[in-house]
Structures are given as C-alpha cells and as structure tokens.
C-alpha cells in the first residue's frame, strides 16, 4: 500500500483502524518526526480465516535504504523499494527520509 501525501510529511501522525479489506481488518499507525525518522505499525487480525500470504510495504521515495527496520532488525527493501512481511500479525517498520523533502518525490 501506499500512504496519502499528507500523512508522508516531517511532523505527520496518522491512524488507520480495523479498515475491511478481503484479508480481514488492518489497522495502520505511524508518524514521522521533524527529522524524518519515521515509524509505522501494521496489525491484522491472525484468525481470520482467509489471511494474506503476505503484506507488501512501499516505502516512500525519499526513504534511505539502509538503516530500515522491520520489528527492530535490519531489512533490505528489494530494488523498487518494497518490504515483503510474513502473514504475522504485528509487525514495526522504522525508517528515515532523506534531506528535507516530503515522503514523495
């Protein structure tokens, strides 16, 4: 998924709960601080009954490729600068933006 351009800026907090979608609800929470280190937590709902095989994460242009977590270990996104989670229930991203621009290029 991607994040609207207004919750990808230095300062932003943002709150998605229980949205529905196929795979059962997903609630989405994260901010970025004025220094651009950002966070974000994904959590679905382990039983339901048809989960995804996985969650896939863009991160924003302007994200560093190096120094990403994913629940607190170094992750390397793949070349278009996607994470790929495991159908876990919970996962944490950390990330930080590059210079002073917004999360879009």
Known sequence: FGLPAQWCRRGAKFRVEK???RFGP????GSIDARGRGKITVQTDPAWPQPAEQIR???????????????RRPVKPDTEGVLHLSRKAYHQLSFTLQG???CHS
């Open 57 to 71: 994460i863009q991160l924003p242009p302007t994200a560093r490729r190096t120094g990403v977590l994913l629940n």
């Open 100 to 102: 002073k621009h917004r």
């Open 26 to 29: 997903v609630s989405l929470r």
């Open 19 to 21: 949205t529905p979608t």
